[in-house]
Structures are given as structure tokens and as C-alpha cells.
């Protein structure tokens, strides 16, 4: 293939590409908007003398859309993404949608469980369970890893943002919150 073979080809996908990069800065935004007006509906507590737990969420939903309207400038101006080109990809390969159905099921328990068994432990199993659509060899690192750190997150935002998460009842009897 020749150069001008290449840069034929090159420009046909072009409005492909721009399409498909709005299309991403516009989900971008919108989850940076979402972020925003869901922070404003977070609860205070009464004894909140700290930043409080909207800060957080405001920071962050700000910072998506600020990052989602540079990005839309920068596509508008007329800056494109380098086209997938690396020996890391394989531009051949399908996807693999069993561990697509995984990861969604990860989530999906995640949001059923977290109520029931709490925070932690919810999250501690959908960290397992991503890790092995990943990739991960064996349960017992994802595990330790999923509960080590979800532990050490729901200490910090409970015990030092004051921020509610449930613990689940064991965590909750060992910690007295």
C-alpha cells in the first residue's frame, strides 16, 4: 500500500473518527453535569464542620466538564486522536464479550449487594470479580486486594468525611460506627 494509498484511507474514516470523539466528550459531559446537580442533592449531616461531602463530587463533576469542553475545543479546532497504531493492539482481535458480560454483572451485584452486606464487602467482590474478567490469575490476590482497599476507603469516608456508607453488620460491630 502506498502513502497515498494510506492517507486515502486515513481521510475516509476521518468523519468517523470526529463523530465517534463527540460522541465521547458529549457523554463526558453529561456525566460531569449529572455529577453536579447529584452533589447538590447529597445529604449534610447537622455536625458537619469539615468540607463536607459534597466537595468531592462538586470538585470532580467539575473537573469532567471542564476536561469535556477542552476536549470538544480541541476536536473543533481540528485536533484528532493518533489512530489505534501499536504493537500492544490487536486490531484483529474480537471482543471478549464474556468478560464484557462479567464485569456488567460485577456491577450489577455491586448495586444489589451493597445495602445487603455493605459497602465493602460488595465492593470487595466486584474487584474480584473484574479482575478475573481481566485477566487475573487465581481469587485469592483480587480478594485481598478488593478488601484491603475497599476497607481502607470506607474508613476515610466514614470515619474521617463522615460521609454514610453502609458497612455491613460485621464491619459496623468491629468498627462501632
Known amino acids: 500500500m502506498s502513502v497515498l494509498d494510506r492517507r486515502a484511507s486515513a481521510d475516509e474514516q476521518e468523519p468517523q473518527r470526529q463523530l465517534g470523539e ?4 458529549a457523554l463526558l459531559l453529561l456525566v460531569g453535569v ?20 459534597r466537595f468531592f463530587p462538586y470538585v470532580v463533576g467539575g473537573l469532567i466538564v471542564a476536561v469535556a469542553v477542552g476536549l470538544g475545543l480541541a476536536v473543533w ?3 484528532r ?4 497504531n501499536s504493537e500492544d493492539v490487536d486490531t484483529e482481535g474480537g471482543t471478549s464479550w464474556v468478560a464484557v ?24 467482590v466486584m474487584f474480584a470479580l473484574v479482575a478475573k474478567a481481566l485477566g487475573a490469575a487465581g481469587w485469592i490476590r483480587p480478594l485481598l486486594a478488593g478488601g484491603i482497599t475497599s476497607v481502607v476507603v470506607w474508613l ?12 455491613g453488620t460485621l464491619l459496623e460491630l468491629v468498627t462501632g460506627g
Do not use: C, Q, Y
Open 22 to 25: 463527540f460522541a465521547i466528550i
Open 34 to 53: 449529572a455529577m453536579l446537580i447529584g452533589a447538590g442533592s447529597i445529604a449534610i449531616p447537622g455536625s458537619s464542620n469539615t468540607i463536607g461531602p
Open 77 to 79: 479546532r481540528g485536533d
Open 81 to 84: 486522536a493518533p489512530a489505534e
Open 101 to 124: 458480560g462479567l464485569i456488567a454483572v460485577a456491577f450489577a451485584a455491586h448495586a444489589l449487594l451493597i445495602n445487603v452486606v455493605g459497602w465493602p464487602l460488595a465492593v470487595t
Open 156 to 167: 476515610i469516608f466514614v470515619k474521617l468525611l463522615g460521609v454514610a456508607l453502609p458497612g
